[in-house]
């Protein structure tokens, strides 16, 4: 006998609400995202995302804006003003409150064309005539007796015409422990008053300055060369001295050149020994 219940027609409202309800799962599985699109691991991946990431949308209804643009001066507004420019420190400054360098002043008033102080380095620039006066007085001064020349040296000024050279004389106080910088303009070819009559130890810095610069010195005992031959040509130290092959005049003169024959395979030997 049949079974009843197999046998028995589908109820037609049962087929409606399968069907209804398969419907709306296939719904939900369609609106769904992949799964690679919102950064979940597929099985068997890496867990590393071989897609770009998506940037997030904007709010439903709304559409993105565009991009800002960079702000852009408004005609006629006040500029901004540059930002202050350091100054660089002064270096040389004059001498104003020293009652020492005002007496010397009003000593040689005329004579003195500047005081200054140069890092810390009292400077004195004296004409050429009163130079020796000067040095003589601050060698005898009571106060501060310079009685110590340190240096005396010079400097080449080529682009100053009628004054192309400084001659500076060190000196020091001994017992006040003080520095002072004489200095006084000649020009060239010019002859400076020599100061071997104050301090004896300056013969042999004039005798230099004499022949790395060509600076005669009036009154001087001995001028002659010190550190070069009588015979060489120019004097180092002048800016305009050609240093480029200017021994090789001086040796080709006065030096005979010999060629000596040697075995050069002895260097070869003692190059392979070394190695």
Known sequence: MPDEKTDAPPDPSEEKSHGTE?????????AAPPAESVGQDAPGSTGVEETEAIPPSSPAGEKPGPP???????PGAPAKPPAPVKKAPTVTVEI??????????????????????TLGQQII????DSLVELCRFLHDDEEFPFDMCSDLTAVHWPERAGQEFDVVVMLYSVPKNRMLRV??????????PSVTSIWAGTDWMEREVYDMFGVTFEGHPDLRRILLPPDWPGH??????PVEYRDNEWTDK??????????????????????
Not at 96 to 117: C, L
Not at 125 to 128: A, L, N, Q, S, T
Not at 254 to 275: A, C, F, P, Q, W
């Open 125 to 128: 620039r004296v004409k050429k």
């Open 22 to 30: 398969s419907e709306g799962e296939a719904k939900k599985t369609a």
């Open 254 to 275: 006065h030096i005979e050149y010999r060629e000596v024959d040697y075995d050069t395979s002895l260097i070869n030997v003692k190059y392979g020994e070394r190695r």
């Open 236 to 241: 180092p130290l002048r800016k305009e001295y």
């Open 183 to 192: 200095k006084a303009s000649i020009a060239d070819q010019e002859s400076c």
């Open 68 to 74: 800002k643009a960079a702000p852009v001066a408004t």
């Open 96 to 117: 104003t409150d020293d009652p020492f360098i005002d007496r010397i002043k009003q000593r040689f008033e005329g004579a003195v064309t500047e005081a200054v102080t």
